[in-house]
Each structure stands twice: as C-alpha cells, then as structure tokens.
C-alpha cells in the first residue's frame, strides 16, 4: 500500500479538508441525540416544574438548536462529499495515467510476454478499487473513530464505566471481522487473477476475428471465454458467501451488543446512576458506533480488493522501461548506420537470434537481408529501430554507439513498413496524420502519390477526408500497403525500414508495391533498409545479406550472389520454380 499512500500524498490539504468536513458532519450529527436526551430530561420528566411560556420557549429552543446542528451537519456533509470525490477522482486519475504512462515506456520485450489486455483491465481495476477504499475509509472507519471519541468524553461525564463497554464491544467486532475476513483476501486474489486473463484472452479474441469467423470457431471461443468466465463466477459466488458469512456474524453480535448495553443502562437507571434522558441518548449513540462498525466487514473487503490490485498495479510499475542515458548524445540527421559484432538473445530462448552481425550503410544506400523463415531477420529489424537492445556488440548511428543516444530523437527520423499493415478506423488523412499530426494537406497528398496512392484517391468519394474500414471505404491489401508507405514518407524519415512490405500479396500487387518501394530507394535521400522473403522484391539493393541460423552467411548484389551458387542461389532457384509453376497451372 505504500504505492498507494505516495499518491495519496499528492493531495494532502484536499484530504484534511475532507476529513475535517468527515469530523464536523459526525460532530453535529451526534449533538442531536444529546439535545434530545436534555429535552428528556429536562422537559418531559420535569414538565409541571415550568409554566406554559417557559416550557414552551425552552423546548423551542432546543428543538431550533437540533434543527440547527442538522443544518450544519448536512451542509459540512455536501462539501465533504465534494471535496472527497475530488481526491479521488484527481487520485484515480494519476494512478491510471501514471500507470499507463509506465506501460507505454515498458520494454518491447515486456509486451510479447503478456497481454495487453491484461495490463488494461489491471489499470482500470486498480483504479476502481482504490476509488472504492477511499470512500469507505473516510465514510465508515474514520467517521466511526470520530463517533467513538464523541461518546467516549460523553460517556466519561455520564458514568465511566460505561466506556469500557463501547471500547471492548469496539475492539472484538472488529477482530470477529478481521479473521474471518482473511479469506476473503485469499478468493480476491484468485479473482483478480482470472479477470486478468479474461481480459487478455477476450482482447485476442476481439482482434482476432476474421480468424475465429473465417474458420467457423466462434462457439468453441464462446464455450472457452465462457469457461473462464463461470471460473470467476464461482469464486465470486464464494466470496459473496463469505461476506454473507460476516454479515451474519456481525449483525448477530452487534444484536446482542445493544441488547446488552440496554440491559447495563436500565440498571444504572435504577441504581440512579444514569437519567432517562442520558440513556436515550447512549441508546442512539450505540447507532453510531456500532452500525459502521458493522460496515469494517464492507472496508476490509475494500482494502483487501485495493491491497490485490495495488500489487498488481505495483508490479507493472516495477518492470523496467526503455533505457534512457543520463545525457543523451545528438545524432542529428542519420547518415549512416553499422552494427558491429551484434548479437541477441529472446528471454525465453536458449539460443541467440543473432549473432556476430556486422554490416554497415550510408545515406543514399539501399541494404537487404534474406533468408529462410527463422533466420533472425525480424529480429534485425526490431534491434535497428530499438525495440531490441543488443545482448553483444554494438549498433551505431553516425558512428554514436546506440546506448548513448535517446531512442526518441533516432525513432523521430524512422519510416517503417510492416508486413502486417496497422491502419485505425477513420478517414485516410486520419491515419497519416497519426504519425505526423502537424502534417498539411498538401504534404499529405504529396506523400500518397509517392507512394503511388493515386488509384485509391480516384475512387474516394471525399479525397483524402474518406472513411476506410469500419463503416467506410474498403481497401485492397495493395492499397493498405501504399498507406503504409505514405504514413511513413509523411515523416520525410533518414532511415527508411520495409520489413516483408509484399510477402502477404498477390504477384501482380507485389510487382507494384516493389516498383514503388524501388522508386522510393532510388531517390538517395535516405538509407533504406529492406527485409525480404520474395528475392524478387530486392534485387535492386546494393548490398543483399544472406541470414541463416542468425549469422550472416552471404554478401553482395543480387548477381554476386546469383554467381556464388550458395543459400541466396539456392532460393531464388526454388522461387522461380515456384512462379513458373503458378505462370504454368494459370
């Protein structure tokens, strides 16, 4: 909870005004039973002792004196509860903020091990509950200290003994409650467990469903979602059980609490230790005491929540960020890249990736890495643009070894391409403009005929302002990789990355894309990078590096290497082959 009370820190004027509105609101609140008991005391057992206009006035008087702590009790409540909803709402907010912040600055590494899903349902839970306990911290334990040391200086001035009562009572409900709450911190902790991979396993089921559909899954994913569902089901049907368990042991006791502390009052009346009005007023007091108390049940029960989703909260935060340099060096404009003896190694493998790359290009330059699937060529690229950082030897920008620069400056000037083209629902100027939100109209249309967008732009109805995907224009897997290009020419980058930009398309829309990517390189305006599988979309490149088994194994342009007769041959032999058999069956 330490984690919890840092935050918390941040607002401590706001939280003592709210707990200062807490007393005042519980202050007032208990004055009213004591001018009812005077009323008792002093008016209806004693009503022949005063005249019509003096009993008349002095009950008045009260009666306006009660009237008048009600108002200020129910006034000090209303800013209580605004002030205390903004300590939580300013306190919810930083927790998931922070949190989210956190996550974003995670490692890459970090997110192929989870969920995101997971981390997600994490922040809003730990949010929720922290909200949760706030509110029944002030609203049941502190206003029931408050009540407690009302009535015990009340109690010290009508008969001591009376004090001990209250305090004893106090004290064995709420170790009755602790014990048998520790159960319930044992099932919470199962259900925060498995609400997280819920969240995980439905987020993959969502952003896999062309999959699910395509393959006719979509009961067996219900039946499993449902599984994991009815999981969490039963252990909340425990801990309602639980809690329906200390409620009843509660209520029980407290019962017999007041029942007792009757008995122990009209004893003290007939020993004329205590007024009738006195014990009304004690008897109302028990209300006080002992009704939040019956509530510690619904307290721990937020804590423990709180306590289960601050651990996990705590953990995310623990995970170790990108490292940034205490004084980072500028590189400027990227005019050359090398890797020199570089090599990586996954966390769960116990093999490296790569090992002993050594390679290096300039500005104007085009490189390309082949090889078999496995090779490590995806891992190549994620080291270059840092989302990797090498495990042995060194990558250098401009001759600035990697380590020492800030990751962001050297991103800032990085066009990548994927394979796997991530394109938002909204309109095309919307997607471009993500990269590059200060980008103008014309820049944006620059940057699409650049990347041979002109089809596409034809056929929208509304330019650059259409809808693609959901609810808006569709567009061909050829024209999703145009945008892709566009988005990343829109940064005007100094490294240029294409990592399997056409593996996933037809022959015809590869020829085209692979044009367009050709004319991109050819301009010389900055280093391009290209990861392939299909040779044909690479030969252009001035240097082509062979990967297999994680080493560089071959170098040289595509017909160096079509001469040397090695892997490089050996593959493109084999893809021909596979060309001139579809060409054949076409």
């Known amino acids: 909870m330490k984690i919890f009370l840092h935050y918390l820190s941040r607002y401590k004027p706001l939280i003592g005004l709210a707990l200062l509105l807490a007393t005042i609101n519980q202050f007032f609140s208990m004055l009213d039973p004591y001018i009812y008991g005077k009323i008792i005391d002093r008016f209806a057992k004693h009503s022949t002792d005063y005249t019509e206009k003096d009993f008349i006035s002095g009950v008045m ?32 907010a930083d927790i998931y903020t922070d949190g989210l912040k956190h996550s974003l600055a995670l490692q890459y590494q970090e997110f192929e091990d989870q969920r995101s899903g997971e981390t997600l349902n994490v922040l809003q839970k ?55 709450s520790k159960k319930i911190k044992i099932v919470q902790k199962k259900i925060v467990r498995e609400t997280n991979v819920l969240a995980g396993t439905t987020t993959e089921s969502l952003r896999n469903i062309e999959l699910i ?92 929540e709180a306590e289960s989703s601050l651990n996990n909260f705590e953990r995310i935060m623990q995970l170790p960020t990108e490292p940034v340099p205490v004084s980072p060096k500028s590189i400027g404009e990227i005019e050359s890249l090398r890797f020199a003896n570089t090599g990586f190694k996954h966390k769960t493998s116990a093999n490296h990736a790569i090992e002993n790359i050594s390679f290096e290009v300039k500005k104007g330059e085009t490189i390309a890495f082949v090889g078999p699937s496995g090779a490590g060529k995806t891992t190549l690229v994620k080291l270059l643009v840092g989302l990797y ?31 796997d083209t991530q394109l938002f629902s909204g309109s095309i100027k919307e997607n471009l403009l993500f990269v590059r939100p200060n ?26 302002d259409s809808v693609i995907g959901e609810g808006g224009m569709k567009v061909s897997g050829g024209e999703k990789q145009r945008l892709s290009i566009a988005r990343a020419l829109l940064r005007k980058p100094n490294l240029m990355v294409f990592d399997e930009a056409t593996s996933a398309l037809d022959s015809i829309t ?10 991109i390189s050819s301009n010389g305006k900055h280093i391009t990078v290209m990861i392939a599988h299909r040779l044909s979309t690479i030969m252009h490149a001035d240097r082509i590096y062979v990967l297999e088994k994680g080493e560089l194994v071959e170098t040289g342009s595509h017909k160096q290497l079509l001469d040397e007769k090695g892997l490089y041959y050996a593959m493109w032999r084999q893809q021909i082959g596979e060309r001139k058999a579809t060409l054949q069956v076409a």
């Open 213 to 304: 559909k395509s393959l006719g899954l979509t009961n067996q994913e219900v039946v499993r979602l449902n599984d994991a569902t009815m999981k969490i089901l039963k252990l909340e049907l425990k801990k309602v059980k639980d809690i329906r368990s200390i409620s009843f042991v509660q209520g029980t006791f407290v019962n017999f609490l007041r029942q007792s502390l009757l008995f122990f009052l009209l004893f003290l009346v007939f020993r004329e230790h205590v007024t009738l009005g006195q014990l009304m007023t004690l008897q109302f007091y028990s209300f006080f005491i002992f009704n939040p108390l019956q509530e510690i049940g619904n307290l721990i029960l937020s804590y423990r």
């Open 61 to 92: 008087l009260l009666v306006l004196a009660g009237m008048g702590v009600a108002m200020v009790s129910r006034i000090a409540k209303a800013f209580q509860d605004y002030t205390q909803n903004l300590v939580i709402q300013k306190t919810g």
């Open 126 to 180: 730990v949010r929720i509950d922290s909200e949760k306990f706030i509110i029944n911290f002030i609203n049941i334990f502190f206003t029931s200290i408050v009540g407690v040391i009302f009535v015990s200086v009340y109690s010290l001035n009508v008969y001591p003994w009376i004090l001990p009562f209250y305090f004893g009572a106090s004290a064995i409900l709420a170790f009755i409650t602790n014990i048998l």
């Open 510 to 519: 590869e020829e085209e894309i692979s044009n367009t990517i050709r004319s």
């Open 389 to 419: 950082k090498p495990l042995n030897g060194n990558i250098f920008y401009n001759e600035v070894e990697g380590s020492e620069i800030d990751i962001n400056e050297l991103r800032n000037q990085i066009g990548f391409v994927t394979q």
């Open 439 to 464: 980008a103008t109209n014309a820049e944006l249309v620059e940057a699409l005929n650049n990347a041979a967008c002109q089809s596409l732009l034809e056929r929208s109805e509304n330019g650059i």
